[in-house]
């Protein structure tokens, strides 16, 4: 496996000047989902502000609101983590943690503690990502893990987070239960640890199929 050296240039970049002028309500309004990642709030103050006032108008317009930690500790300490990302994760209808990241937000490395703490806090469902075991999502009446998929060869750890929240937002953008959702989410993971580069391996819609089974992967 391939843990690759990922080097941060935010400082005084485009998207660390993000602020909330930049926000339009009514095309917040026309989406059916928001995705946010705990990236964004560490960038700057103005990008903090930005999360907050995007989470507003969703939740005004009833749109569903999904949220992935992404904790990147070169950006920010622990406390600071923490607070900010809670604060958010307490706003929103889905929370997508890795198992270490639900671990230093929660102060549990349980899974099924993890989830209560997101789903009192009023979440609907919380997915915590195990890699290559898969995910564990839980609802107020339901839980499960979810197998992962065989990767042939490991090439490149970057992206699989982000390629899983694709493949689990395309699903429930189909209608899909959490179930199916989140196995697809592993599938397209599975399939960002093929290739070099973090989005390189995501796949075009016409290339998958969503009922293939747990095969080893090789491309």
């Not at 005004?60 to 609101?65: D, F, L, Q, R």
């Not at 915590?128 to 998929?149: C, N, P, W």
């Amino acid at each position: 496996m391939k843990d690759p050296n990922i080097y941060y240039y935010r400082n005084h970049s485009a998207a660390s000047l993000l602020s909330p002028d930049d926000l339009d309500e009514n095309y917040l309004q026309s989406a059916k989902y928001l995705h946010l990642t705990g990236i964004t709030p560490a960038l700057s103050e103005s990008c903090k502000e930005t999360v907050d006032e995007a989470i507003k108008p969703a939740r005004k317009h009833e749109k569903t609101i999904i949220f992935d930690p992404n904790i990147r500790l070169k950006l920010w300490s622990k406390e600071k983590a923490r607070q900010v990302l809670m604060e958010i994760a307490g706003q929103v209808d889905s929370v997508l943690p890795g198992i270490e990241e639900g671990e230093l937000l929660t102060g549990s490395s349980d899974l099924e503690k993890i989830a209560k703490v997101f789903l009192n806090q009023g979440a609907k469902v919380v997915v915590v990502k195990l890699g290559s075991e898969g995910a564990y999502f839980a609802t107020e009446s339901e839980r499960a893990y979810v197998s992962g998929f065989q990767v042939g060869e490991v090439v490149d750890t970057d992206g699989s987070g982000d390629g899983f929240a694709a493949g689990f937002i395309s699903g429930l953008l189909r209608g899909w239960g959490y179930a199916k959702a989140v196995k697809f989410g592993n599938r397209i993971g599975a399939y960002a640890l093929s290739v070099e580069g973090d989005m390189e391996g995501y796949l075009f819609w016409g290339q998958v199929n969503p009922d293939q089974s747990q095969r080893i992967i090789s491309r």
